[in-house]
């Protein structure tokens, strides 16, 4: 199991420092998300600060992007890196896809996620191999690569492209095409054996695929103090008011508590939505343990389901640095 973390909210600027940190520190990747900032540029600078740590976006908004924008990027990550460039694309909902990116939601978000991955490859295709380019789907025509625009060839074409998701659909997607699943943090074992697994051998038993050839990349909400079990508590309600994530809940018998959570949130009480969140479905959702057994308690929960795992908390140089040697030690003795 490779051992991520991820990257802090933070300016460009810090970006190189954190990097060579992270990669001393003995971590396989870093993750950037696209939340406050974009999620590409600290990964060019990532790319020229390490030799060794793998990154990627966990994840880039694929909807909010052509795939023409999407290919050149990755392309060129991929080749200023040597080839440690992962590509993780999500959907996000409706609403952001709307009203934050200004652009059209699909009838089929899985089917559109399904081309917009096929589209890429067919450019990586094109200037590797020298041939036309010449894709024709539903939502992308792409006929047109002239010589000028074609940044020709790399010495490691084989990028990485993940998908993230909590529903079938995107599960069996992600079996049938992609190299890799981002399980979303607002998960449980239970979920993920049930329901996210089958469903990834589902899609790539369409594909005449082995499941074993999608990775799963977790990341883990944890709480080692009170404080941090109440922050955890409010962000598995956030998740959980969201309607479709409402399986999550319900498989576990308590869709009642997801439907009451979504009315909170509709109503702005905020403040009250964390208090429906009991030790029980902490302990579902969140690996709840001392600091010092953090990293034996993961090994333990995710041991033979994960094949990369980082922490939902944030790395920081120079924040609670015996706290993270110890978790990457612990976690790489693991049997």
Same mark, same amino acid.
Request: proline content about 7%.
């Given at each position: ?18 990097? $060579? ?14 939340? $406050?900032?974009? %999620? ?10 390490? !030799?060794?740590? =793998? ?25 200023? *890196? ?9 959907? $996000? @909902? ?12 699909? +009838? ?16 990586? $295709? ?7 380019? #010449? ?14 625009? #074609? ?8 990028? %990485?492209? *993940?998908?993230?998701?909590? #529903? ?19 998960? *449980? ?22 499941? =074993? ?12 103090? %009170?404080?941090?079990? +109440?922050?955890?508590?409010? =962000? ?23 439907? +009451?959570? =979504? ?19 902490? +302990?579902?959702?969140? @690996?709840?343990?001392?600091? !010092? ?16 795992? *980082? ?25």
């Amino acid at each position: 199991m490779r051992i991520d973390a991820a990257l802090p909210l933070t300016s460009l600027r810090e970006i190189p420092a954190i990097a $060579q940190a992270a990669e001393r520190l003995g971590f396989d990747g870093l993750w950037t998300s696209e939340t $406050q900032h974009d %999620p590409f540029l600290p990964l060019a600078l990532i790319a020229s600060a390490t !030799e060794r740590l =793998q990154f990627g976006t966990a994840v880039a908004i694929g909807f909010a992007r052509s795939p023409a924008t999407l290919a050149y990027t990755a392309w060129d990550l991929a080749e200023a *890196s040597g080839g440690r460039f992962m590509l993780g694309l999500g959907t $996000q @909902v409706q609403a952001h896809i709307e009203r934050r990116y200004g652009m059209i939601w699909p +009838e089929s978000p899985v089917g559109k996620l399904r081309e917009l991955l096929a589209a890429i490859r067919a450019f990586w $295709q094109a200037w590797q191999s020298g041939e036309r380019l #010449n894709f024709r789907g539903e939502h992308y025509r792409l006929t047109l690569m002239s010589p000028f625009f #074609n940044p020709g060839p790399i010495p490691r074409p084989a990028i %990485p492209i *993940s998908i993230a998701g909590v #529903n079938l659909g995107l599960c069996r997607l992600a079996g049938e095409t992609a190299d890799g699943f981002h399980a979303h943090p607002y998960h *449980s074992i239970r979920y993920l054996k049930e329901v996210v697994r089958p469903a990834i051998a589902e899609g790539a038993a369409r594909s005449g695929r082995a499941p =074993q050839a999608v990775s799963l990349i977790v990341s883990a909400f944890t709480a080692t103090d %009170p404080e941090q079990a +109440e922050q955890v508590r409010s =962000q598995i309600a956030f998740y959980a008011s969201t309607p479709s994530y409402r399986p999550v809940m319900a498989l576990h018998g308590w869709g009642e508590i997801a439907d +009451e959570l =979504q009315g909170l949130a509709r109503r702005g009480e905020w403040s009250a939505m964390g208090e429906r969140i009991s030790q029980e479905m902490l +302990e579902t959702f969140a @690996v709840v343990s001392a600091p !010092e057994e953090l990293g034996a308690a993961l090994a333990e929960r995710y041991r033979g389901l994960a094949d990369r795992l *980082s922490l939902y908390l944030p790395y920081t140089p120079g924040e609670r640095e015996g706290f993270w040697r110890r978790f990457i030690a612990d976690l790489r003795v693991a049997p």
